[in-house]
C-alpha cells in the first residue's frame, strides 16, 4: 500500500532511470545488510512511526548536519508537519494514496488520497521498509 524509508538509508542523488547500475545501486543504498520487509500496521502505528522518525531527525540535527537521518520519505502516502507543536502532534492530516486500480494497468488513480484516522488501530495497511526501521531504527515501527 506503501513505503516509508529515512532519509539517512538514501545516501546519493536519485539518478534518471537510464543511468541506474548496480553500482550507482550500492552507492546511493550503501547498508547492504538492510532488507526490505513488509509490515502489516494500523494508521495509529504508521503516524507514530513518522512522528518517531521526525523526532530522531529533529534531536540530530546539531551532530549529523550534512544529512536529515531520520526524516521520512514515502511512496503513496502524504503528510502536513508543523514543527511548532509538541512531540505526538507534529504529523497531521495522513493519507495514503488510492489502492484501486485505474483501468488494468500498472498505474494507480493518484488523484485520490484517503484520510487516515489517527486513532485507528483496527484497519490494516501492508508497508515496505527496510529491516533498520522494521526493527525500530531512528524511532520507527
Keep these: 500500500d506503501m513505503v516509508i524509508t529515512n532519509a539517512g538509508a538514501q545516501r546519493g542523488d536519485i539518478l ?57 520519505y514515502a511512496a503513496n502516502l502524504r503528510f502536513d508537519i508543523d514543527l511548532t507543536q509538541p512531540y505526538g502532534q507534529r504529523v497531521t492530516n495522513v493519507e495514503i494514496g488510492n489502492a484501486e486500480r485505474d483501468g488494468g494497468g500498472d498505474d494507480f488513480d493518484s488523484g485520490r488520497w484517503i484520510l487516515l484516522d489517527p486513532t485507528d488501530t483496527t484497519t490494516k495497511y501492508i508497508v515496505a521498509t527496510n529491516s533498520y526501521l522494521a526493527s525500530g531504527g531512528d524511532q520507527y515501527f
Design 16 to 72: 534518471p532511470a537510464s543511468n541506474v547500475t548496480l553500482g550507482s545501486i550500492r552507492q546511493n543504498l550503501p547498508f547492504l545488510s538492510n532488507r526490505v520487509v513488509l509490515l502489516e500496521v494500523s494508521p495509529f502505528v504508521i503516524r507514530q512511526s513518522l512522528e518517531g522518525g521526525l523526532n530522531y531527525t529533529l534531536q540530530t540535527i546539531p551532530i549529523k548536519v550534512s544529512f536529515s537521518a531520520g526524516y521520512p
